[in-house]
């Protein structure tokens, strides 16, 4: 619904049914470590492929997905390949460590949702009303906040040129 230019939810249970899904995958797809892993290696070799002439800004802008993404596989650099491998293969990539000894630190953006709730005759949070979603909120905040730290553990060689080209073509 809405009201005065607000919207809500009529009940408690549709809205955290709802908000539920905003903490989910913020963890476990827009911020997880295997998520962010995929973009930093697809990143590496889009501006590789930049930096080579091979893809072109406009293109990016302009082209469709599939288009780089052909022009990343059908290319013979093996810098490329071996990113292009390590997306494929991304959960062998990398790990998640505690320790000092780690390449990349990782701070994910939170994008919990907390909506308002028509509650007796009145708009309030979500987390004012369900103890158990406030809990969960403040768990996946905290998670985003405090960050992770990554070490890669892909070896710099072995890029998978054959079985990306035969993925590709299907």
């Given amino acids: 619904q809405i009201m005065n230019g607000k919207w809500y939810f009529t009940n408690a249970y549709s809205a955290e049914e ?14 997880s470590p295997w998520n962010y892993m995929l973009n930093y290696w697809f990143g590496r070799a ?23 993404l ?35 630190f990782v701070t994910p953006k939170f994008r919990g949702i907390d909506p308002l709730v028509k509650f007796d005759g009145s708009l309030v949070r979500l987390t004012s009303i369900s103890p158990s979603f406030k809990e ?17 553990t892909a070896p710099d060689s072995a890029p998978h040129t054959l079985f990306l080209r035969s993925t590709a073509a299907k």
């Fill in 18 to 31: 709802f908000a539920n899904l905003s903490l989910h995958f913020t963890e476990h797809f827009w911020g």
């Fill in 46 to 68: 889009i501006t590789k492929a930049v930096g080579l002439g091979m893809i072109r800004v406009d293109d990016i802008h302009f082209q469709t997905d599939p288009y780089i």
């Fill in 70 to 104: 052909s022009k990343l596989v059908a290319s013979d650099d093996e810098e490329i390949q071996t990113y292009l491998g390590r997306c494929q293969d991304v959960f062998t990539s990398f790990e998640v460590v505690e320790e000092d000894d780690y390449d990349l």
């Fill in 136 to 152: 969960e909120y403040e768990r996946i905040y905290t998670f985003a906040k405090k960050g992770y730290k990554i070490r890669f």
